[in-house]
């Protein structure tokens, strides 16, 4: 028997069958265009959770929940007056009554109808593929099935090599099983890749222990003997796993149009015009299950631009039409970077190739361009996928190819052309392919008053979907900013109207002691995590207090308040001064001792020191209560300050050394160790040019030479590393020290905030030969300011943690809880090599489980 | 209605202008003692869900727009003190009420 449920209302009546992602972003869109005052809108979703990112599905196992992946949790609905069902599967639509049948019996009559039902994972009918520990991947309820079943297994296998097969075959590696692979076609994802580029990327999986067998048929599955299952393939061989995963493709979830006679395609997929209308004009399909001009599309991006497209004719806009998608795709696939453009089989009439490969560094990269070398038509990358974002660029928006255009895809060197500027792109150029966010529509919002990639991200939902545009995002909306000739700020932020340098100056004019004094008189509010360090940097700086001082303790950043440097769970690493790399075998066994009590991770750092990891909160004044007992002093690893004076052994013991490179080095380290700077500094000393010390690639590098000491100033490793520039030559250890006094306290006085030595010289008007002159000529007549002021820091250094342990009040912060004395039992440790490390949220998850 | 009222430490047990770490009912909670503000103090969840670690606590307090906020310091995202919400992601941290009676610092479920 049936009910019928009518609403009293007179809106018509709009039904949207699927909750997926696609289904959901309708949602969003019609409700956006005010969709909700014109229609009554019910949701149907088959799941018993609402939409969620399916996209990142994988994160399910590392550690997301079910709540992370949501996409809403029915606010949306519900403050619109939508309603919405889960659980809920419509068993037929009756197009003459125009009325939906539940599996519940109800029925329901519509006005509008929206099918967003998406797709089905396939399974090839192979005998056996109904056996038990047999999956798909497709919901969260198949993700759960799955993680169950790993628990108990060793092997799993992936049937299908496509993209989401290698994604699955990359969950099951990271729930611990023996992971295999086996594809019909004769390479891996052979949509996307060629296969020159799918043959890389299958040498680099096997590389990650994950078998895979390509150009395999599998005709049965059976008993195994040693494991759950055995596949009997075409050839002969076998195969024998525990769990299968079949990823096979996708079929369109099209069975309702089947049942209601919408017109579908020989193959599946219900047809659809470019509004996403249906053989039926009151039903439109979006999404999976939709067929537009014979294709499915099997990604987010095309299924939200139909939602799009289905919204805009619902609400009377019929010229937002769906004209098809772009497939080019970018990824990682168990660590490997994997891209694919366009055109990717080179198919196209008269199209030429350009193929760089490099099999030492296993990458693979072509570039198929038309007859004429103008246009890009499409692209394989595996390996690196660095060279994506500018291809695509020209693909998309069909910018003529530079000269050299091979150059695109070849690794960096002088003459290649400069990746392509944003400036040069189109207006209709694709910023973000998730949100199809264009150019002109970045540029639109920032006319209309969005003055930053947050606000920008706000209104056009550019950059909110894979995230993988965010970068170019930024340079788009900079970009934007300056040809509007908006000022870009150099307020260090909403607080102060001022730079770190202004900041430096009134500090020191007015001799300010406090955060708050230089609040109250030159900024506004309250402060905030940018001007509260910095502001402490520059008082260090200046006066340098003792940092943990009452009125100073709330402008340290986490490091700088516990004077240790926090590591990703919440522990520390304790780093004693080791000047010079120079350590005496008493020192050296207490700091064993120290770590073994405490069981402490323990590796020597790149600069000569020796850091020991996963002291907890409250360990920290205890076990710097035994290192100070030992004679070792604070590392300032944490601060913005002088890090390690690295050496070589110099001529005390080196057959080739010139000068006595340790004993300076130590001098050194020791002379400059309290001084507060506005970023962290290294220094190294070399005994002769071999530079063993590595001394060019320093802030402060010094090389001995036959006639004294070579001076390099302002180099640096890091994230983009730079040689030091020599400024000086055979100085004599006092010039040395005088020049050194004065370049660094010319950089803390000059420099803004965070800047590093090598981009603050870039930044000073004339560079190089202008610091020799201001140092070196001293025509500012500055010198003897600069020399008075580090002779200050020098005499009144002190070692913060001995200060610290002197200190009842400074130690109270050092409680793991105000109120409780036990640990944080999020911290877990596993054993690697002999050592603890932090355990990865997986193996938190089963050493819990164990427990539970 | 009713609050349950619990006492979790003294005032003096907290920081001017930072945070601490308090349990209360085997759940991990961040307490920031912000004179310059109405409330005085605030708690919200010490649990990082971004960082995934629980180190609230340790952040610095900023004051963005008129709200007050505290910065991870793991990886810097913004959590509103009065609500637990994140400014940068879509997602909360558990907050509860405050009350000062005296010296005594007492929380509740909200």
Redesign the interface.
């Known amino acids: 028997m049936t009910s019928t449920v009518s609403f009293l209302t007179t809106k018509p009546h709009l039904i949207v069958i699927g909750n997926g992602m696609v289904g959901h972003h309708f949602v969003e869109q019609i409700i956006a265009q005010s969709g909700h005052e014109v229609f009554d809108i019910t949701v149907f979703g088959e799941e018993k959770y609402l939409a969620y990112d399916r996209v990142h599905l994988s994160e399910y196992f590392t550690g997301k929940g079910a709540a992370d992946l949501a996409m809403t949790d029915g606010t949306l609905y519900d403050e619109h007056g939508v309603r919405y069902f889960t659980n809920s599967l419509v068993t037929e639509i009756d197009r003459a009554e125009k009325c939906l049948l539940l599996q519940n019996g109800e029925s329901l009559s519509y006005d509008k109808l929206v099918l967003a039902t998406g797709s089905y994972p396939f399974v090839p009918p192979i005998p056996g593929h109904k056996r038990d520990n047999t999956f798909v991947y497709r919901t969260l309820d198949d993700l759960d099935a799955i993680r169950a079943c790993a628990q108990k297994v060793t092997r799993g296998t992936v049937v299908g090599g496509g993209l989401l097969g290698l994604e699955a075959a990359n969950a099951l590696k990271n729930l611990g099983l023996e992971t295999s692979v086996v594809e019909f076609a004769p390479r891996l994802m052979p949509v996307q890749l060629d296969d020159k580029g799918g043959s890389v990327l299958k040498g680099m999986i096997e590389g990650l222990d994950v078998k895979v067998y390509t150009d395999t048929a599998t005709k049965e599955i059976v008993d195994g003997d040693n494991a759950f299952h055995r596949m009997n393939f075409a050839d002969g061989s076998h195969l024998e796993t525990d769990l299968i995963l079949f990823s096979a493709g996708i079929r369109p979830q099209d069975a309702l149009a089947h049942q209601s006679g919408l017109v579908v395609g020989e193959r599946g997929g219900i047809s659809v015009n470019n509004h996403c209308q249906t053989s039926d004009e009151d039903i439109y399909a979006i999404g999976e299950c939709a067929l537009w001009n014979n294709r499915i599309f099997g990604l987010v991006a095309p299924g939200y631009a139909m939602a799009k497209s289905a919204a805009g004719h619902l609400m009377g806009d019929a010229g937002v039409t769906f004209t098809g998608a772009d497939m080019s795709t970018k990824l990682k696939l168990l660590g490997c970077d994997v891209g694919s453009i366009g055109d990717a089989h080179a198919q196209s009439q008269g199209c030429k190739v350009f193929v760089y490969q490099d099999e030492i560094s296993q990458s693979y990269r072509k570039m198929v361009v038309s007859e004429d070398g103008k246009k890009l038509l499409g692209a394989v990358l595996v390996g690196d996928n660095s060279y994506y974002d500018t291809l695509l660029q020209y693909y998309l928006n069909a910018i003529d190819l530079p000269e050299q255009a091979q150059a695109l895809i070849l690794p960096s060197m002088n003459g290649a052309p400069a990746a392509l500027g944003v400036d040069a792109l189109p207006a209709t150029a694709s910023i973000c392919s998730c949100h199809n966010v264009s150019k002109q529509d970045i540029s639109d919002a920032v006319c209309h008053g969005a003055l930053s990639v947050g606000d920008v991200k706000g209104i056009t939902k550019a950059g909110t979907g894979c995230g993988g545009c965010v970068a170019l995002l930024k340079k788009v909306v900079d970009n934007e900013l300056l040809a509007l000739g908006v000022e870009v700020s150099t307020d260090l932020c909403e607080h102060f109207a001022f730079t770190r340098q202004d900041l430096y100056n009134l500090v020191k004019v007015e001799e300010i002691k406090s955060f708050d004094d230089l609040l109250h008189k030159h900024g506004k509010g309250h402060g905030c995590e940018i001007c509260k360090p910095a502001v402490g940097s520059i008082l260090a700086s200046v006066w340098n207090d003792y940092v943990l001082k009452k009125e100073h303790i709330s402008l340290q950043d986490t490091n700088d308040r516990f004077l240790a440097n926090m590591q990703k769970d919440g522990t520390y690493s304790i780093v004693p001064r080791i000047p010079g790399g120079e350590i005496t075998p008493d020192k050296l066994i207490v700091l064993g001792q120290v770590a073994k009590e405490y069981a402490l991770y323990t590796k020597v750092t790149g600069g000569q020191r020796i850091d020991l990891f996963g002291a907890t909160l409250s360990q920290l004044p205890e076990i710097w209560g035994k290192l100070i007992d030992a004679g070792f002093e604070t590392g300032q690893a944490y601060g913005k300050s002088l890090r390690t004076v690295k050496s070589c052994v110099g001529s005390t013991w080196c057959r080739f050394g010139v000068n006595d490179s340790m004993t300076m080095a130590i001098d050194l380290e020791n002379r400059y160790k309290g001084l507060r700077s506005p970023h962290k500094i290294k220094f190294a000393v070399s005994g002769c040019t071999r530079e063993c010390a590595e001394a060019q690639s320093k802030d402060i590098g010094v090389i001995a030479t036959e006639g004294g000491w070579n001076l390099y100033v302002c180099g640096n490793g890091g994230m983009k590393p730079r040689h030091g520039d020599l400024f000086a030559t055979d100085l004599d250890d006092a010039t040395l020290v005088k020049y050194i006094d004065r370049v660094l306290m010319f950089y803390t006085k000059t420099a803004d905030r965070l800047q590093r030595t090598s981009v603050w010289m870039d930044g000073l008007e004339g560079g190089l030969e202008y610091l020799k002159d201001v140092v070196i000529n001293d025509t500012l007549g500055l010198c003897d300011e600069l020399e008075a002021r580090m002779q200050h820091i020098v005499d009144t250094f002190q070692c913060e943690w001995k200060t610290t342990l002197e200190d009842q009040e400074a130690l109270k912060t050092f409680r793991q809880f105000v109120n409780y004395d036990g640990d944080d039992t999020n911290v877990v440790f596993v054993e690697e090599r002999d050592q603890i490390r932090p355990a990865t949220d997986l193996e938190k998850q089963q050493l819990i489980a164990k427990v539970g | 209605m009713t609050m349950a009222w619990k006492l ?2 003294k005032k003096s ?6 945070g ?4 209360l009912n085997g759940e ?1 909670v961040a ?1 920031f003692y912000v004179p ?1 503000s109405e409330n005085k103090v605030f708690a919200i969840g010490n ?1 990082d ?1 971004i ?5 609230l606590s ?8 008129n709200e ?1 906020v505290v ?1 991870s ?2 990886y ?1 995202q913004h959590f509103v003190l009065n609500s637990g919400k994140c400014l ?1 992601e879509e ?1 909360s941290v558990p907050h509860w009420q405050v009350k000062l009676e005296g010296d005594d610092v007492f929380l509740a479920s909200i």
């Open positions: 979790v430490c047990d907290l920081v001017v202008g930072a601490v770490a308090a349990m991990q307490v310059e649990w869900p960082g995934k670690a629980n180190v340790r952040g610095l307090i900023a004051h963005l727009q007050w910065a310091p793991l810097k940068e997602m």
